[in-house]
């Protein structure tokens, strides 16, 4: 079946702007994850969604930053009023369960938003 | 908190031969799991290998395996008959809650021929 898909592939924005990221996720997937790529790193946590709802939003930078999932499938990474410091590769997971530790939470990425704020 | 570090920022390896990535970590957890996930050009992070930290066997998948020393929090990937097809970023994770991942810095294995 297809994957986790991302749109757009690539961003190029002006500082200031708003931008939105689209995640699809895995189809029946209950689980989906937002992390951020900086250049030469690891990827960082975001936002976790549990169906509708964001069951952790700890890694959310500051105010700027926002994500929905608002019928538990697709979700929208958005951020305002951007900066040149949110220059990255956003990366979308999603998984079939959440925890449990069966092989049922393991979290299939996707290819990644590359966002540069000029 | 939990960080995760790989030591090693680049590492090369003939074709056919095996080589080893280190990553350790420090946490405060006893339940927890551990991760390498695979990230070629296309930036499309792929699982290659995870383990239970309440496990003492260490998890294999074909030419992949690792050595968990949980005492020692170091968590090293073994790549056997390395394939030109294996060059990528290697990313050791760490997971000790639902959903949070921590993910090293990452090491870019180049595979020659």
């Known amino acids: 079946g297809a994957g986790v898909s991302q749109t757009p592939s690539n961003k190029v924005t002006e500082k200031g702007k708003y931008v939105e990221l689209r995640c699809d996720p895995i189809?029946?997937?209950?689980?989906l994850y937002w992390y951020r790529q900086s250049l030469g790193q690891g990827p960082e946590f975001l936002i976790y969604?549990?169906?509708?709802?964001?069951?952790?939003d700890s890694g959310l930078p500051n105010d700027r930053f926002f994500a929905v999932r608002p019928e538990g499938s697709v979700s929208t990474l958005k951020i305002q009023r951007t900066e040149r410091g949110d220059s990255a590769v956003y990366l979308c997971?999603?998984?079939?369960?959440?925890?449990?530790?069966?092989?049922?939470?393991?979290?299939?990425f996707g290819p990644g938003t590359r966002l540069t704020v000029l | 908190a939990q960080t995760v570090t790989q030591s090693q920022p680049e590492m090369s390896v003939q074709e056919a031969e095996t080589v080893t990535l280190s990553c350790t970590y420090d946490?405060?957890?006893?339940?927890?799991?551990l991760f390498w996930y695979k990230q070629p050009p296309s930036r499309q992070m792929i699982l290659v290998i995870r383990?239970?930290?309440?496990?003492?066997q260490n998890a294999t998948e074909n030419r992949f395996s690792v050595n968990f020393q949980k005492a020692a929090k170091s968590f090293s990937l073994k790549i056997s008959d390395s394939q030109l097809g294996d060059t990528a970023m290697y990313f050791c994770?760490?997971?000790?809650?639902?959903?949070?991942?921590?993910f090293g810095s990452g090491t870019k294995l180049n595979v020659k021929p």
């Open positions: 946490t405060s957890e006893n339940n927890y799991y």
């Open positions: 383990q239970e930290a309440y496990k003492q």
């Open positions: 997971a999603s998984s079939l369960t959440a925890g449990g530790g069966g092989r049922t939470d393991t979290q299939y």
């Open positions: 189809s029946g997937h209950t689980a």
């Open positions: 969604f549990q169906g509708t709802g964001a069951a952790d």
């Open positions: 994770a760490f997971r000790y809650n639902f959903n949070k991942f921590y």
